[in-house]
C-alpha cells in the first residue's frame, strides 16, 4: 500500500464543548495519512489518478468550517467518512490535535484509524 500524507495542516475553526468555545476560533492541526494505490498515476505521471493533497486539505477546511461541534471525536469520525467515500481511500490514519486546549500541554486530540491498510 502506498500512502498519501497531508501534515500540520492548520485550521483555524470553533470547536468545543463550553460555552466560551463555541464564540471564539481555535486552531487544530491536522494530520492525515491515506492508503491508495499511486503505481496508475506514476506510470503516466497523471495528478487525476491519485489521491490529490490539495484537493484533500481544501475539504479538511470545509469539513472543519461547515458545521461547528463538540468534540474532536465527532470532527474526526465525520471527517474520516466523507474523505474515504469521496476519495475512494482503503485505509487513513487522522489526527487532529488542540494545540491552545491544555495549559502546559503542547497539544492534545484524538488519533483514527478506519478502513483496512491490508
Keep these: 500500500m502506498d500512502i498519501v500524507f ?4 492548520k485550521i483555524d475553526t470553533t470547536i468545543g464543548y463550553y460555552d466560551w468555545e463555541k ?27 491519485t489521491v490529490n493533497y490539495a484537493d484533500v486539505a481544501a475539504d479538511i477546511e470545509l469539513i472543519a468550517q461547515e458545521k461547528v461541534v463538540d468534540l474532536l471525536e465527532t470532527l474526526a469520525e465525520n ?3 466523507r474523505l474515504m467515500q469521496k476519495y475512494a481511500i482503503s ?12 495549559a ?12 483496512s491498510k491490508g
Design 104 to 115: 502546559n500541554a503542547q497539544g492534545v486530540g484524538v488519533i483514527i484509524e478506519r478502513g
Design 23 to 49: 464564540t471564539i476560533k481555535q486552531p487544530l492541526i491536522f494530520d492525515l495519512q491515506m492508503g491508495c494505490d499511486i503505481r496508475l498515476a506514476a506510470a503516466g505521471d497523471e495528478l487525476h489518478k
Design 79 to 81: 471527517m474520516a467518512q
Design 6 to 9: 497531508i501534515e500540520g495542516l
Design 91 to 102: 485505509w487513513l490514519r487522522l489526527k487532529i490535535n488542540k494545540p491552545q486546549a491544555v
